[in-house]
Structure formats: C-alpha cells, structure tokens
C-alpha cells in the first residue's frame, strides 16, 4: 500500500495549521513556501480538509486557513481517510462492498488484520504528537552540536 501525495502532502499542510494554531489563520502561500509544495495542488486538498470539517477559513487580506478544533483532537487517521476516501488494502474491506467469496476468502482475515493495524498505528499519532515529535528532533539535534 502506498499513500498518494495528497495525504502525505495533507498531513504536512495540517502540522503547518498546528504549528500557527491560536495564532490566527494562515495563507497557502506561505504553506506553500515552506513544505515546497505547490499552491495550486494544496488549494485542491484544503477543499476536502474543510469539507470533512477539518479545517476553517476567513475570507479577506488578512484571511486563510486554521485548525476547527485543538491539534491534540486531530489524528493522522482523520487526515489520512479524508484524502484518500478511506483506507482499505483491498476494495472487498469496504463498507458497502459484499465479497462474493466472503464465506469461502482464505485470506479476508489476513487483509482485515492489515487494515486494522494501519488504521491502529494512524490513530494513535494527532498533529499534537506531531509537534512534540519535532521539537524532540530539534532538542536533540541542538544539543549533539
């Protein structure tokens, strides 16, 4: 399983959000300079964001993008089904899908521990954690100087 550019590219514009959080709303230019991302794709990926009431954003010169609610509530899961539509190593896992080889699928159960461990291991990380991560990563590198 691969994750497109659009969620490795959400997660990267949301930690941007959570860095600026409570410090008023934030241009994609600027997200854009700073993840080397381009506008016009992060333009495309904010709509689903603030679609799936991730994200809010305030018209106007002094306008942007900002978090609608605490880092710490935001999991890479949340992020990561918003842009990809879910996250299903095999389209028979889905919701609404019936497997007509359901009964007799020697390896549905295989596939089910798989989707189960990814949606796991996504949950357990919020932006919050994302920023501990990074400020851990800087102390560290500041102090092996």
């Known amino acids: 399983m691969k ?17 600026k959080y409570d410090k ?20 495309q990926i904010v709509i689903q964001l603030k679609s799936a009431g991730l994200i809010n954003s305030l018209r106007g010169a002094q306008g942007g993008y900002f978090l609608s609610k605490n880092p710490s509530k935001i999991t890479v899961r949340e992020i990561v089904e918003t842009l990809e539509g879910g996250i299903n190593v095999v389209n028979c896992l889905e919701d609404n899908t019936k497997c007509k080889r359901e009964d007799i699928c020697i390896t549905q159960k295989v596939w089910q521990t798989l989707n189960e461990g990814i949606k796991s291991i996504l949950e357990k990380f919020t932006l919050s954690d994302l920023l501990e991560m990074n400020k851990n990563r800087k102390n560290l590198a500041d102090f092996s100087i």
């Open 24 to 43: 008023g709303p934030v241009q994609l230019n600027d997200i854009s300079k700073d993840q080397d991302i381009s506008e016009k794709y992060l333009g």
């Open 3 to 19: 994750l497109s550019t659009r969620s490795r590219y959400g997660v990267r514009l949301m930690y941007e959000l959570a860095e």
